[in-house]
């Protein structure tokens, strides 16, 4: 008996270790990340799971950043999908920094549009400028209210945390609303 029992143990020990393990593995070019899977395939245009974690992946297969996904999701700045849940300072941060910076380059852009039609000189452009900027300080101003909410509703919150949480959104807007002036600076040279 106890020899039928070590050889069915020896038998599968030997399967279990003779048998490949396949898994994907991210990739990385210039452009940015991509996952290819184990069968030579990668996802485009497709949520995927990766690790634990879930990640889209656009149409040129490349897995998007700091970006609204097609279907409305936010993905922070590694790709992951953000479950957000409005209960945590961390969570409201990564939630808002995303909008804030996915709607940065939309605005440059149209910054650059608008700014081609511009007839008011520098006044008209700094009002451009400053039109886009006020887009962000929305979004930001959203996220700090939210925030505060929190406050009030942990009933022992301090405000000294909320401080410092909305303190690291304002950095987040001033980052982003820096690259717009820089564009404004760069049009009214």
Do not use: C, H
């Amino acid at each position: 008996m106890k020899k039928g029992i070590m050889f069915a143990f020896i038998v599968s020990m030997t399967l279990t270790v003779s048998m490949p393990a396949y898994a994907g593995e991210w990739k990385q070019d210039t452009t940015g990340m991509w996952y290819q899977n184990d069968d030579g395939s990668y996802p485009a245009n497709q949520w995927q799971e990766v690790d634990g974690r879930q990640y889209y992946f656009g149409g040129d297969g490349y897995i998007m950043i700091n970006a609204i996904t097609p279907d409305g999701s936010l993905v922070d700045g590694n790709g992951a999908l953000i479950v957000y849940n409005n209960g945590s300072y961390q969570s409201i941060l990564d939630y808002y920094t995303v909008k804030i910076k996915a709607a940065t380059p939309g605005l440059i852009a149209e910054y650059k549009a608008e700014a081609e039609n511009n007839t008011n000189g520098l006044m008209g452009l700094a009002e451009i400028s400053n039109n886009k900027v006020s887009v962000l300080a929305e979004i930001s101003n959203e996220g700090v209210g939210e925030m505060a909410e929190l406050l009030f509703r942990m009933g022992s919150g301090k405000y000294s945390e909320y401080e410092e949480w909305a303190g690291k959104l304002f950095d987040v807007y001033s980052d982003e609303a820096d690259k717009i002036y820089d564009v404004y600076m760069n049009s009214a040279l």
